[in-house]
């Protein structure tokens, strides 16, 4: 047995943990119940479900098969999505959609991240960079200059903005689901920042899976004031929510994860495997949770709930 899975396994039997609040454990492929453990009702397990479906159907590339529904990805729990707005900004690869899910009663939002042939390069991109953040009311707050761009500077911003308008004067009776995966996690966090504070919108909830730090404390501590809804899941080893990284040295100007973290995690003791899903601390940064292991993994980053997140290439086959 790993230490690290010691130290888990102390953690949770302590009296006085903040979690796991839900555990599922499985011999070899056989799926044990799973144990829910849930105090928290903020983290909603079965949303995520649906959410990280729709994180990894925006990667198709094919957008007769988006339009119409009917790519690979778009069955399951996203069956009988409605897409309203397809948008691609080809000059900077980015790809985004807008549409209607009638079984979550919710109007969802999802974000395209990198194409894996170019992760490593997009890695390398992502120590510092800080812009200053100047919306209303917030001060100090330090951005990454590429996130900031590729959500506020591109044909991206307008055109989603456009989209939920034109489906909200129609329908006042859905909320807002936003998500999206790796950088498209970046871009996700800052689009349901700018409908909170530029547009008052409420019940905006946020889902994002692998998603980097994007700015500093004071602007984390800004985005949760205006985005409480939020849920940031990491899993395993994955390298991206790693970065850029976190130096408490570098005090305020440090990146700092904004709050709440729900780290997917999975043990291994022999023949049985343990699959933990940890309740994060409130801070964005807790020590115990992915941070607590080496962000060293490219496959945990490409899987979350044993779906695939990456690019898929699709011919008109269907
Ligand atoms: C979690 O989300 C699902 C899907 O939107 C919903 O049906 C369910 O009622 C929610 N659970 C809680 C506890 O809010
Ligand atoms: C936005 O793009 C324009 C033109 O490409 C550039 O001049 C400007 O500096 C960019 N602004 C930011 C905040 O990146």
Redesign the pocket.
């Known amino acids: 047995m790993e230490w690290r899975a010691l130290l888990v396994l102390l953690w949770f039997l302590s009296p006085n943990h903040q979690g796991p609040y839900h555990v599922s454990s499985r011999f070899k492929e056989q799926v044990a119940a799973p144990i829910l453990m849930s105090r928290e009702h903020f983290y909603n397990r079965t949303l995520a479900l649906h959410l990280v479906e729709y994180a990894s159907a925006v990667y198709v590339d094919n957008p007769a098969a988006l339009l119409t529904w009917s790519c690979s990805r778009c069955s399951g729990l996203t069956k009988g999505f409605k897409l309203s707005e397809l948008i691609v900004d080809a000059n900077f690869n980015l790809q985004a959609f807008v549409g209607v899910a009638e079984n979550l009663a919710a109007l969802v939002i999802a974000f395209r991240g990198t194409q894996e042939t170019s992760l490593q390069n997009w890695m390398e991109d992502l120590y510092f960079r800080e812009?200053s953040f100047n919306y209303p009311g917030v001060k100090d707050a330090l951005v990454h200059?590429g996130f900031?761009?590729a959500y506020?500077?591109t044909t991206l911003r307008p055109r989603v903005l456009a989209a939920v308008t034109s489906v909200l004067d129609k329908r006042n009776d859905l909320r807002i689901l936003i998500t999206g995966h790796s950088l498209g996690g970046a871009m996700a966090s800052l689009c349901a920042l700018d409908l909170a504070v530029n547009f008052g919108t409420k019940d905006v909830q946020l889902i994002t899976f692998g998603q980097p730090r994007i700015g500093n404390a004071a602007f984390a501590a800004y985005f949760n004031a205006f985005v409480p809804e939020t849920i940031r899941v990491t899993h395993g080893h994955d390298i991206v929510p790693h970065l850029p990284p976190y130096f408490s040295l570098l005090g305020p100007r440090s990146y700092h994860h904004f709050a709440r973290e729900v780290w997917l995690t999975e043990l291994n003791f022999g023949i049985l495997r343990l699959e933990f899903e940890f309740i994060c601390d409130s801070s964005g940064e807790d020590p115990l949770c992915s941070r607590s292991v080496y962000g060293d993994s490219i496959s945990d980053h490409m899987e979350y709930y044993g779906v695939h997140l990456g690019f898929v290439l699709e011919s008109t086959y269907r």
Do not use: A, K, L, T
């Open positions: 812009y200059h900031y761009s506020h500077n």
